[in-house]
């Protein structure tokens, strides 16, 4: 690894941790300068293409999943770590499958799955979006949903 400072490649590990995400963070010191910085490394997976309702398909990203469930997230007590978790199942479900494609609708749906066992408003949030609520009756008829669970 090449020190980010001196540039030397004669650096060392110091100390490495497995991170939330399942990516390992290792901090270095670079024997020339002596500073120390730290690595990241996760493993390279497939490309997972979304297929959206139009039939396009667009590559996978992790960052405009996250800012939707950060949005039905919103002033509720629902940490990033635990955001983190569920894409992070989420994806390590997918690669497991070992499919390269998946609807948006399934997308949406593995993501209900895991709002509904974490948080109630967030997943009614979430799902108005995603399911394109026109009307009350749609938020009552969810309401009504979970209640009966």
Same mark, same amino acid.
């Given at each position: 690894m090449k020190c980010? +400072?001196?540039s030397s490649e004669d650096t060392k590990v110091? !100390? #490495?941790r497995t991170t939330i995400d399942g990516s390992t963070k290792r901090r270095r010191e670079c024997n020339n300068c002596l500073k120390r +910085? #730290?690595?990241y490394e996760r493993f390279e997976e497939s490309p997972? %293409?979304?297929v959206k309702k139009d039939n396009r398909r667009v590559k996978y990203e992790r960052e405009k999943l996250l800012r939707g469930l950060t949005f039905a997230t919103a002033k509720r007590n629902v940490s990033r770590e635990q955001l983190d978790k569920i894409i992070t199942d989420i994806e390590r479900g997918l690669q497991n499958s070992l499919v390269s494609e998946i609807s948006s609708k399934e997308l949406g749906e593995k993501v &209900? *799955? $895991?709002l509904? *066992? &974490? !948080?109630? /408003?967030a %997943?009614?949030? +979430?799902a108005s /979006? %995603? $399911?394109e609520f026109n009307d009350i009756k749609s938020f009552i008829e969810i309401v009504e949903e979970i209640k009966k669970d």
């Open positions: 980010p +400072f001196c110091v !100390d #490495s +910085f #730290s690595t997972i %293409y979304v &209900l *799955e $895991k509904r *066992e &974490l !948080d109630q /408003v %997943y009614v949030r +979430f /979006v %995603y $399911k």
